[in-house]
């Protein structure tokens, strides 16, 4: 979209939607619902929702869908798959139910609220949610001591195509991780290069906001884009793009072999750990993101990953892996917060941080780049920053493999 | 209540503006224009009151690269009619005004119209002179740097409310027909679904209306040269403790008659 400036208005294809949602398998397997409660017990919002998903079910089911699309409960869903992951039946919530009723909520709110609107209006003018200017997604390369081939200005085939995305292009924090994986992939030999400024969101947070417009605008762009290079294997940093390919993009013709940063430098780990030479002495507890662990049950991975670095101890928070807790950005909760504040809520980056804390860990590792930012202001918030310091795992290796 | 609103586009400045070879305008290759921001709030404003008492919502802008977006987007958000006018030979804002009134005259059904809203500036139009300029060429009343507008349609009459420096705020009575400048609406503009703007871009169709050149009834202006500002070695750092670099910023206050 921001290359050319212009919507496309590209064919319809059948798309599940509130009003059709019965005739598809997956809605049909509401009516199911045996009411348990899991999904309320397990939401981090559950406590504070007026309509949590085992009512908002039960409300379609008897007729009374209408009441909970006049209330702003389902914005509290930060699409972080507990439910979905829990229920013994097996309902498609996350994936499927839950952005269908958000997209009818925040189309009959009289105000969207305003960071969130922002977020959406940017992606959609820019292709990054931050509204930075599409031309310098790349600029980061310039203070990367290593070289980064852009496929725009170099077109010849790659092994890996590396999909940055948003955060880690222009998140200054993100950045960091950036020049991390370069420095690791460097090393490693790998033959890689990136879209630079044809790449774009993947769109995923745009989904499970609500807005399948704008996501559909964004698979539409960045599929013409990867269908102009030819490479081996897709390699994206950010979760929310892998499943957004894997999920969505596989279904309109994306069928290029994809991993994830994390598990892909899993993957080649007797090749790098002899290159993992300096010892950290750190006490690390690793975050399971909600879309790389509970979505796509990709967690001993990283613990490879952390393992592999002389001198780290791996201790576990009390919720991992399935169990756990949400940072609270997903859904389009990365630009709630001050929604979330004004309705008085805890806000989940602080209570995962008091579980690391509790380890006793003076690193939290993750995965997700919408984590480095959310944790380091929950640390701050907290007075904790001094204590535990936040790292993507990936810096972890680069600072592992020395300079 | 019928109604005109009236876009106008502007350098997104997300982009750094660079002028072009020829010294005397913006380079194009990489700029993108971005609809004015008080014209997005002039929109809002014609909606809400369209939503209170009902009417017709049009727009109108200069056919510029991001126009038919914008004027699809109006269409998504509850405009009536959207109309795409060919653009202005001559640049600047006394131009545009001309350019624009003649627009309104020329196409067909518009006129009379009750209210004729815009913004009441734009990056390019910081003197905010296009509506007034604007309401002199159509021969009526103008009121700028609005922030709330009512109109009762069985009278005509209604209030606005015009915000001055110092946050000191006046309420006018206001008859239509009447060309008004938003500063801000009552609330921010609207979200439009990136699905149904695609939608509406397949199902609608934009007016496209075409004015001939001149007569030009005034001088028109020319850009002879453009350039970036110079960069000045004006500002001066105050070193030392709390204390002394309060004492220097009080005595250089003083020395400029700031205090």
């Known amino acids: ?403 | 209540m019928k109604t005109i609103v009236l876009f106008r586009m502007v350098p997104d400045i997300v982009e750094e503006l660079e002028v072009a070879s020829d010294g005397k305008s913006l380079d194009r290759e990489y700029l993108r224009l971005m609809l004015a921001d008080a014209d997005n709030h002039a929109l809002e404003q014609a909606l809400i009151i369209k939503e209170r008492h009902g009417g017709t919502i049009t727009v109108l802008g200069e056919d510029e690269p991001g126009m038919e977006e914008t004027l699809f987007s109006a269409l998504c958000k509850g405009a009536d009619r959207a109309i795409k006018l060919n653009s202005s030979p001559q640049a600047g804002t006394h131009a545009r005004a001309h350019w624009i009134s003649k627009g309104i005259r020329e196409t067909p059904d518009l006129l009379p119209a009750d209210l004729i809203i815009t913004g009441a500036q734009a990056i390019d139009d910081l003197d905010g002179l296009l509506a007034p300029m604007l309401a002199q060429f159509l021969d009526l009343p103008f009121l700028g740097t609005i922030t709330r507008l009512d109109v009762n349609p069985a009278t005509g009459a209604g209030t606005a409310l015009r915000e001055f420096a110092g946050g000191v705020r006046g309420e006018y009575e206001i008859k239509v027909p009447v060309v008004i400048g938003v500063q801000a609406a009552e609330k921010p503009p609207r979200y439009v679904p990136v699905a149904k703007l695609r939608t509406i871009m397949k199902s609608r169709r934009l007016e496209a209306v075409q004015i001939s050149d001149g007569p030009w009834i005034f001088p028109v202006s020319e850009i002879r040269s453009m350039m970036k500002p110079q960069e000045t070695t004006q500002a001066e750092m105050l070193a030392g403790s709390p204390d002394e670099v309060a004492a220097k910023l009080a005595g250089a206050l003083l020395a400029h008659g700031l205090m």
């Open chain 1, 1 to 403: 979209m921001a290359a050319t400036g212009s919507i496309s208005t590209s064919t319809p294809h059948c798309e599940i939607t509130l009003e059709n949602l019965l005739s598809f398998p997956e809605g049909r397997r509401l009516l199911s619902c045996v009411q348990c409660g899991t999904c309320v017990a397990t939401c981090p919002y559950g406590d504070v929702s007026q309509y949590p998903p085992r009512r908002i079910i039960q409300m379609l089911r008897t007729g009374f869908l209408d009441k909970v699309l006049d209330s702003d409960s389902v914005l509290n869903c930060v699409a972080c798959y507990a439910c979905e992951a829990k229920c013994p039946r097996g309902l498609s919530l996350t994936s499927v139910f839950l952005p269908l009723i958000k997209e009818q909520v925040l189309s009959r709110l009289p105000e969207i609220p305003p960071e969130f609107q922002r977020a959406l209006e940017n992606t959609l003018r820019y292709g990054n949610p931050m509204g930075e200017s599409p031309r310098r997604r790349a600029a980061w390369i310039k203070t990367t001591p290593v070289p980064i081939r852009i496929l725009g200005d170099d077109p010849r085939p790659t092994d890996v195509l590396w999909h940055v995305e948003c955060y880690l292009s222009f998140h200054p924090r993100g950045q960091d991780t950036a020049r991390a994986t370069a420095k690791v992939l460097h090393v490693l030999g790998v033959d890689f290069a990136i879209l630079g400024k044809e790449e774009e969101c993947a769109g995923e947070c745009g989904r499970l906001s609500w807005e399948s417009g704008l996501y559909d605008e964004l698979m539409e762009h960045n599929l013409a884009v990867f269908k102009k290079y030819k490479f081996n294997t897709v390699v994206t940093s950010c979760p929310h793009a892998y499943d957004a390919f894997r999920s969505r993009y596989s279904a309109r013709g994306f069928d290029y072999p994809l991993q994830m940063m994390a598990p892909y430098l899993a993957g080649v780990l007797p090749k790098l750990k002899p290159l993992l030479t300096r010892k950290l002495d750190r006490r690390v507890t690793f975050h399971d993101s909600c879309c790389m662990g509970r979505h796509n049950k990709l967690y001993d991975e990283p613990r490879a990953l952390l393992s592999a670095i002389p001198g780290v101890t791996i201790v576990e928070m009390m919720h991992s892996r399935d169990n756990t807790l949400c940072c609270g950005g997903g859904g389009g909760g990365m630009w709630l917060d001050t929604y979330y504040k004004t309705k008085g809520y805890e806000r989940l980056s602080e209570r995962r941080v008091k579980e690391a804390l509790a380890t006793g860990a003076d690193v939290l590792a993750v995965t997700c780049p919408y984590e480095v930012s959310r944790f380091e202001d929950a640390l701050k918030v907290l007075g904790f920053d001094k204590r535990v310091i936040v790292r993507d795992v990936i810096e972890l290796l680069a600072e592992g493999v020395g300079d």
